[in-house]
């Protein structure tokens, strides 16, 4: 496992792949910043799309989730860049139109933030929850419009 920390923005970041595919991608608190030689074109791509240059993602990703979760991530990757859904929008993709719940506890086992965009995927009353900090979430919607 490779692995690198680096920053995004106002976060530190950790991205560790195994062999050619991405494992995770995290917001990790303030560690000591290290890229691993081989992972210059992922954090490229990262600072790129905070540039609003990279607008989605070719990486592969080694999954290690259930089949359900597997099914919201890819319906996350199909929302398009600056638009947004509601959790019970994403379990209607799946074709769950009562799983929005689920949906939302899969969304928080998201290993892979920004490429897996679940900063995308709002609450019909707001903007819901986030895993790695409501700052964060809103700082990628911000960058986005």
Known sequence: MKTSTFKFKNYTFQLCTEDDDVVSLI???QTPLIIHPEHHCFI???VNYEKGLNKEFKWSIKFSNTEFQKKVFSALQ???YGETRTYHEVAKMIQQP????A???AISKNPVLIVIPCHRVLAKSGLGGFSSGLDLKEDLL???K
């Open 44 to 46: 490229e791509d990262i």
């Open 142 to 144: 911000n960058l986005e």
């Open 78 to 80: 199909s929302i398009p």
């Open 103 to 105: 949906v939302g506890q």
């Open 98 to 101: 009562k799983a929005a719940r």
């Open 27 to 29: 917001r990790v608190e």
